[in-house]
């Protein structure tokens, strides 16, 4: 749930701006997507001098919560949920990238500022299929 009483747009903006630059320097500098879920999946099955680059962004990736939270501006997220729900959910997201040849960073950061077709149907898809799970979760099963 979204807490609405606490949300800052200039923390939104900064953070949408600091993802934005990281994509593009990405591409810039190393003409690759930031599909998070394509630099994962290559990770299992690594390709010579492709390993340490992409470590590298994971690290980042990973890093930067824990710096923020060195420096108390971290962010606690409360999550409603028990474990066996988040691997179900996890597995399911992992299932549905591979289906759609990515996931929402590469879609819908990457492919939508590139004006790519395939990415805006698959991040429509990906916030309607959210919509309707939470809608049936919460509406119609109660959970």
């Keep these: 749930m979204i807490d609405l009483a606490h949300f ?3 923390t939104g903006l900064a953070g949408g701006l600091i993802l934005g630059a990281g994509a593009a320097m990405l591409a810039l500098l190393n003409g690759r997507v930031a599909g998070i879920s394509g ?9 010579r001098g492709e390993v340490a680059w992409r470590l ?6 990973l890093g930067a919560p824990a710096l923020a939270a060195v420096l108390d501006r971290g962010v606690v997220a409360e999550i409603a949920a ?5 691997l179900v959910a996890g597995f399911l997201v992992g299932v549905g990238t591979r289906y759609a040849a990515g996931c929402t960073s590469g879609h819908g950061v990457c492919g939508l500022s590139r ?11 990906f916030m309607a299929t959210g919509f309707l799970t939470v809608f049936v979760r919460r509406h119609l099963l109660g959970i």
Excluded: H, N, Q
């Design 39 to 47: 630099l994962l999946g290559a990770l299992l099955a690594p390709r």
């Design 115 to 125: 004006g790519s077709v395939r990415s805006l149907v698959a991040t429509l898809t």
């Design 82 to 86: 028990d474990w066996s729900e988040i």
């Design 8 to 10: 800052t747009p200039g």
């Design 56 to 61: 590298a962004f994971f690290a980042g990736l």
